[in-house]
């Protein structure tokens, strides 16, 4: 079995506490293979360099790298699943079948894990 982690989902795990305990525990009940997509990647990348470049150059950025410093290598521990051809196609199905849902959220949606 495998779960599929969003960005706020894969954010929680590696925050740590009871969230991260949860995920931790249900997925090891029913013995789950955690996956990410390259959205959560995308998004977590865009928020750090964002809050990095709000600040003046040097010291007040140590806060911004360290935790997009961890949060990059948290990545190197799960499997990350690629938006391909195959994902684009069924994303623009689900904007087309679903206008008003967020593109984040249907690009996840549209990719799905190959055996």
Known sequence: MFVVMDTNHYVALIA???????????????????FTTII?????????????NRETAGRDQLFGYARFHHGLMAFCKLQILPF?????????????????????DLKI???LPRA
């Open 40 to 52: 959560t990647p995308q998004e977590i990348t865009q928020g750090w360099l964002a809050a990095i």
């Open 16 to 34: 740590g506490g009871p969230l991260a305990s949860t995920i931790n525990r249900r997925a090891a009940e029913v013995d789950a293979d955690l």
């Open 84 to 104: 391909d051809r195959e994902a684009a196609d069924i994303f623009h199905r689900l904007k087309s079948a679903h206008p008003r849902a967020g593109t984040m």
């Open 109 to 111: 949606a549209a990719i």
